[in-house]
């Protein structure tokens, strides 16, 4: 019973992970036309923020949705044709 407690035990909303999908979301759409400093300096800022958050406590579908979304962050976007 307490392992189970501590398994589902998080510091981090849902509210977070969905804002974090979508931040990536943006990043990849504005891939085309803003200008790779301003990206660079944006997904940097994400990746720092998701860093702080992966230390905490997370549950585990938590943990994987960060991990996903650093892939994400960590990919080059590829405009929709």
Known sequence: MKLA???QASDV???T???LAEAV???CRAYPVVPAGTLRDRTRKRL???NRLITGR???DQHRDL???TG????PCVPNS
Do not use: F, P
């Open 17 to 19: 992970l969905e804002a």
């Open 48 to 50: 720092a923020q998701i």
């Open 5 to 7: 407690q501590q398994l």
């Open 13 to 15: 909303g849902t509210g």
């Open 67 to 69: 991990l996903v979304i």
């Open 25 to 27: 979301d943006l990043l």
């Open 58 to 60: 997370l549950t585990l």
């Open 72 to 75: 994400w962050l960590t990919a």
